[in-house]
C-alpha cells in the first residue's frame, strides 16, 4: 500500500513554497521516532529525489516519502490547514490510533 | 565507607551522530544537559504518559567514541533496547545492550569518587547523599564491592529514594508518582517526548494525587512488596520496598491525609507506619499541617 495523496489545499501552498525555491524541490515528508504520542513527521524542503523514494505528485505539487516512512504513513491524506494554532501541514494517517493536540505526533 | 557493584543495573549504549537528538525526542530529560562527567535521571514513558523503563543516562567523551549509556534494571535491558530500536526508523544511532561487559557501580557515605578519566563516574543526578555512581568494565567491578546490593538499597530507602521495577511496576506509573519530577528526572521546559502532554498536564494542574513516600515501620521490620496499605478497612495503597524499618509505599495522599485527620492507623501489609518527609521533596505531606495560602 503506496497510496498517499494530497489535498488540492496542500498541493496549492507546496507550489506557492517552492515558487521561492531551487527548480527541481520538493516536500519531502519523513516519520521519526519522538514527539508526545513516539512517531512524529517532518517536513523538509528537498530537491533530490531518491531512487527509492515514493513521489506524490499533484497540480504540479510535488512530495518525497522514504520508503520506511512510507510503511508508517499508507493511506495517509496530507492536506493544509489554516487554524488558530498557526497554518500547518497535517497529516491524516488512518494508521495513526492517537495524536497529540498539535497533531505532529502520534501513536499506532 | 562503603561502594557496592549494583549487580541488578545493566547498561544499554546509544551511539551515533543522531544519538542526542533521537534520545531527546523520546525522554523525559532534556539531553542537552547531559554531559560527560554530568549524567541525568530520566525515563522513557508510553504515549499515555506511564513510566516503561527509568534509567541514568551517561555520556562518554568524544576521546573515547562518545555515545550514551543508560543505567537501568539489568532485566529490562533486552525490552529497552526493543523499545528504543522500535523508534528508531531511518535515524543514524546504534543500540546495543553491553550488561554483559559493563557493570554499574556506586560508593556513598565518606567514599570518594574514584579517579576515572573515561568521565562515566558522577554524583547520582537524583540526589547527591545516594553519594556517586560509575560505569565501569565488568571485570573490576569486584573492586568496588565493599558492601553488598542489599546495604545500598537499604541506603536508597533510608533517603526515600523509589526505583522503578522495584518500588512500582514497570507501565502502571506516572513519573510524579514516582519521585521523578523531585529527583530532576523531568525537564519540564524542553520539548516534545513520548507522554509529555499527559506529564505536563499533572506538572500544571497539580495532579498527582498518588505519590510513593517513605514510611518508618512500627517494630522496625519492613512489609513485604505489593502488600496493600490500609486506613481502617480501606485500601489506600500498595507496598514498595523496604529495609531496616524504614520503606516506600505507594498511597493516595488525600486519603492518607483524611485518615490521620480521622485519627486512623496506616498500615502496610498490616504493619502500622509512620510518615517522614524527606526534606528535598516540595509536595505537602500526609498529616503535615496544611500550609497558610496566600492572603
Known amino acids: 500500500m503506496t497510496d498517499i495523496v494530497l489535498t488540492e489545499r496542500a498541493a496549492r501552498r507546496i507550489k506557492e513554497i517552492m515558487a521561492g525555491e531551487p527548480e527541481g524541490s520538493a516536500l519531502r515528508i519523513s516519520v521519526e521516532g519522538g514527539g508526545c504520542s513516539g512517531f512524529q513527521y517532518a517536513f523538509e524542503i528537498d530537491r533530490t529525489r531518491q531512487d527509492d523514494d515514493l513521489v506524490v505528485e499533484r497540480d504540479g505539487a510535488r512530495v518525497l516519502v522514504d520508503p520506511v516512512s512510507v510503511q508508517y504513513m499508507s493511506g495517509s491524506t496530507i492536506d493544509f490547514v489554516d487554524d488558530l494554532i498557526g497554518q500547518s501541514f497535517k497529516v491524516q494517517n488512518p494508521q495513526a490510533t492517537m495524536s497529540c493536540g498539535c497533531g505532529t505526533s502520534f501513536s499506532i | ?295
Open chain 2, 1 to 295: 565507607m562503603p561502594t557496592a557493584h549494583l549487580s541488578d543495573r545493566g547498561v544499554v549504549k546509544v551511539s551515533g551522530e543522531d544519538a542526542r537528538r533521537f534520545l531527546d525526542g523520546l525522554l523525559t530529560c532534556d539531553m542537552d544537559r547531559v554531559a560527560p562527567s554530568a549524567p541525568r535521571f530520566g525515563a522513557l514513558l508510553t504515549p499515555q504518559g506511564k513510566i516503561l523503563f527509568d534509567f541514568i543516562i551517561f555520556e562518554a567523551p568524544a576521546e573515547i567514541g562518545g555515545g550514551f549509556f543508560l543505567d537501568c534494571l539489568k532485566v529490562f535491558a533486552p525490552d529497552l533496547v526493543k523499545r528504543l530500536t522500535f523508534y528508531k526508523l531511518r535515524a543514524k544511532v546504534a543500540i546495543e545492550d553491553l550488561s554483559e561487559a559493563l557493570a554499574v557501580v556506586a560508593g556513598w557515605g565518606e567514599t570518594p569518587k574514584p579517579q576515572d578519566e573515561i568521565g562515566l563516574v558522577a554524583a547520582d543526578p537524583r540526589l547527591a547523599r545516594l553519594g556517586w555512581r560509575a560505569i565501569v568494565a565488568k571485570e573490576d567491578a569486584a573492586g568496588f564491592a565493599q558492601a553488598r546490593l542489599d546495604a545500598y538499597h537499604a541506603h536508597r530507602i533510608a533517603l526515600g529514594v523509589p526505583e522503578g521495577g522495584k518500588d512500582f511496576l514497570f507501565n502502571t506509573a506516572f513519573p510524579h508518582e514516582a519521585l521523578m519530577d523531585q529527583l530532576h528526572g523531568v525537564d519540564f521546559d524542553k520539548g516534545c517526548y513520548v507522554g509529555q502532554e499527559v506529564v505536563s498536564r499533572m506538572q500544571h494542574r497539580g495532579t498527582a494525587r498518588t505519590r510513593l513516600v517513605p514510611v518508618n515501620y512500627e517494630g522496625g521490620f519492613a512489609a513485604e512488596p505489593g502488600t496493600e496499605v490500609t486506613a481502617g478497612d480501606r485500601s489506600i495503597g500498595t507496598v514498595g520496598t523496604g529495609a531496616n524499618g524504614r520503606g516506600l509505599v505507594m498511597i493516595r495522599l488525600d486519603r492518607a491525609a483524611d485518615a490521620l485527620a480521622a485519627g486512623e492507623t496506616i498500615r502496610a501489609g498490616g504493619i502500622p507506619v509512620s510518615f517522614e518527609k524527606p526534606d528535598w521533596v516540595a509536595f505537602p505531606f500526609p498529616g503535615e499541617a496544611a500550609k497558610a495560602t496566600a492572603d
